[in-house]
């Protein structure tokens, strides 16, 4: 109640997670190398391609430095594939791309934005999870790296519509013990869906709260009168947290 | 719902018909007889959070002093029409706080099947209402209706789903001015 703010992120603290993301850029001009918190930046050279932090590369292509390679999903053929994958299956949304095979060994597991799901080199089947907002700022900062920014800006319209519509008629289904496979869902419908949906779960729930205490009254009994194992109990604790 | 939750207390204040079983000296104002006596077996309309009192406060005799019916909001013909066409029943009429109001009803009766059709209900108006909270004109044209017809739970949800939405909008709008 304090905080006049909704749970969850802000969109501009979405877009400001998303500025870590790698993408591919190819340099115009010589850059020395920077001595970043995050890492240390590789000097640049001219026709070769490097992948810096997206906030870099905004920065460089707005002084005309630089020229951003979009990440080969943000093509019209692979958003149109995607958009049709989205429009045939009803009940699921486009699978989020796959993770990279674990290499043996004691490295940190891969999460955005270590995985390189925005770079030039990253799979084009799949949305990553800061599609939205990363294709939204590519598409208003660089649009003549794209090679047909109109049709991107329609699919990626089309995309948004479907996947928030799906998102949206999931409350449908959700029940006391259903649940919405959100699987492959992005930051920022992520955010936009959130405070909707926890509404409508919370509002179940305070409609069904008195089912839930009888149910909970009817274990205990049955748990004092000595008639359910173990596990029940232990089901019955996990409830209570 | 926590203590200061002026929502809470709306919905406490709700009229509930209470009969009562006792015959009461001096209490005949609450049925506007301002001198006499409350009958036994009189009707009244009391607030939720008086008839509850009443109602589950044992007196001597082992008996309660009233008993609670549902409030007219939550009559069987109410829940029928839900169960028909849940979009379309005003439930702002009915009672401003009507999910609140049930929950607290079903705390008290013991009703399975009034909790399928409040979550029903529930669950269909969302739908409806997260549409009309996306699309920007629906407030004002024929959505307007509808809106209407909320009661406090669902137009909490409507504002949630409309901000966030317009957040989404403005942040987009932003980033072209940049």
């Not at chain 1, 292509?61 to 692979?78: D, E, F, G, M, T």
């Not at chain 2, 044209?141 to 409507?158: A, I, S, V």
Request: one cysteine or more; hydrophobic letters at 40%; a negative charge.
């Amino acid at each position: 109640m304090a905080l006049p703010l909704p749970p969850g992120l802000t969109p501009p603290e979405i877009a400001f997670i998303c500025e870590m993301e790698l993408v591919t850029i190819i340099p115009r001009q010589k850059l020395e190398g920077l001595k970043l918190l995050g890492a240390p930046l590789k000097p640049l050279n001219p026709p070769q391609r490097a992948s810096i932090p997206l906030w870099l590369a905004l920065l460089l292509k707005r002084q005309r430095r630089a020229n951003i390679v979009p990440p080969p999903w943000l093509s019209p053929i692979s958003l149109q594939a995607i958009l049709d994958h989205e429009t045939e299956q009803e009940d699921a949304f486009s699978p989020p791309p796959r993770l990279p095979p674990s290499s043996s060994g004691n490295e940190a597991p891969f999460s955005p934005p270590f995985l390189q799901s925005s770079t030039a080199n990253a799979p084009p089947d799949a949305l990553p999870y800061h599609w939205l907002e990363l294709g939204e700022m590519l598409l208003e900062a660089a649009a003549d790296d794209f090679e047909e920014p109109d049709n991107v800006r329609k699919l990626m319209r089309g995309l948004r519509e479907v996947r928030m519509a799906k998102l949206r008629q999931g409350v449908n289904v959700l029940d006391a013990g259903g649940g919405v496979k959100m699987n492959g869902v992005g930051a920022m419908e992520l955010g936009e869906a959130r405070s909707f949906i926890t509404g409508v779960v919370d509002g179940l729930r305070k409609i069904s709260a008195s089912r839930e205490q009888q149910r909970k009254d009817r274990a205990r009994e049955e748990r004092e009168n000595g008639y359910s194992g173990s596990a029940d109990y232990d089901d019955d604790e996990m409830d209570m947290e | 719902m926590s203590y200061y939750d002026v929502d809470a207390i709306l919905t406490d204040a709700q009229k509930v018909p209470c009969a009562f079983e006792l015959t009461v000296p001096g209490l005949g104002f609450l049925e506007g007889n301002m001198s006499g006596d409350m009958k036994q077996g009189s009707k009244v309309e009391l607030p939720l959070w008086l008839g509850e009192m009443l109602a589950l406060s044992q007196s001597l005799n082992t008996s309660s002093l009233v008993t609670l019916d549902h409030p007219a909001a939550l009559s069987p013909r109410v829940l029928n029409a839900l169960k028909a066409d849940p979009k379309s029943v005003d439930l702002r009429a009915q009672a401003q706080h009507f999910y609140n109001l049930g929950a607290r009803i079903l705390e008290l009766f013991d009703e399975e099947d009034m909790i399928d059709v409040l979550s029903d209900t529930f669950k269909s108006r969302a739908a409806v209402i997260a549409d009309q909270a996306n699309n920007g004109r629906g407030a004002l044209g024929e959505g307007g209706d509808f809106l209407k017809k909320l009661d406090e739970n669902e137009r909490e949800l409507f504002r949630a789903a409309h901000d966030s939405a317009k957040g989404v909008r403005t942040w987009m709008a932003d980033l072209s001015k940049k």
